[in-house]
């Protein structure tokens, strides 16, 4: 894979930290109460070896797949832990911690709509400085593993395999604090986005 140069990497990282900005504005919008939406890490890998990078090839894992279009064709993905999950749609859902057992289909929407804004302000921001069009499509909830999640992502793809593109990987923490008349409480979730792109 083609190494990026420093002036590149920075690039790149400006193009997440203000994505990361952004989406938190349109979250705090959407839910009504603060939400902080912070890059804890950003990783660029070849595409054989990002599964490995986020979870267990086997372990389940809840993704929202973003297909790419425009001029650069790819795809993306906002993934996390099954519980995971299920803790970021209690937030979005503002139910309370621990009420929500599976992904129904009021979870899964709000799961859609989470990654929706993560990764659409991410594309947009990067459309914006790369002067490149990049689209995202309508996204897809899958459970799968690990390597099927990432065999899903490939798929998207025009060519099979996944060498001939490069991965993005950028860990997100997204924290909610709420303040009552005793107690301030702040929940912190850990979620991945990746994307792929050809090249």
């Not at 070849?46 to 790819?74: D, F, K, N």
């Not at 139910?95 to 709000?110: E, F, H, Q, V, Y």
Request: no cysteine; hydrophobic share 45%.
């Amino acid at each position: 894979m083609q190494k990026l140069t420093k002036e590149q990497l920075a690039s790149l990282e400006t193009v997440t930290r203000t994505s990361a900005t952004r989406a938190s504005q349109a979250l705090s919008k959407l839910l009504g109460i603060s939400v902080k939406l912070e890059m804890m890490r950003m990783r660029i890998v070849e595409v054989e070896h990002l599964a490995a990078l986020i979870a267990s090839p086997e372990e389940s894992v809840s993704a929202v797949m973003l297909p790419v279009t425009g001029e650069g064709l790819g795809s993306s993905a906002l993934i996390s832990s099954i519980q995971e999950s299920l803790n970021l749609a209690e937030l979005i859902m503002k139910r309370p911690k621990g009420s929500l057992t599976k992904l129904d289909d009021l979870a899964t929407s709000a799961l859609k709509e989470t990654a929706n804004i993560i990764g659409g302000t991410f594309l947009s921001v990067l459309s914006d400085t790369t002067g490149i069009s990049l689209i995202q499509s309508v996204p897809e909830l899958i459970t799968n593993t690990m390597n099927g999640v990432m065999d899903a992502a490939i798929a998207k793809l025009h060519q099979e395999d996944g060498e001939l593109s490069v991965a993005f990987e950028i860990d997100f923490g997204l924290s909610v604090t709420t303040t009552t008349t005793t107690t301030t409480t702040t929940e912190s979730i850990i979620a991945h986005y990746i994307f792929i792109l050809e090249v």
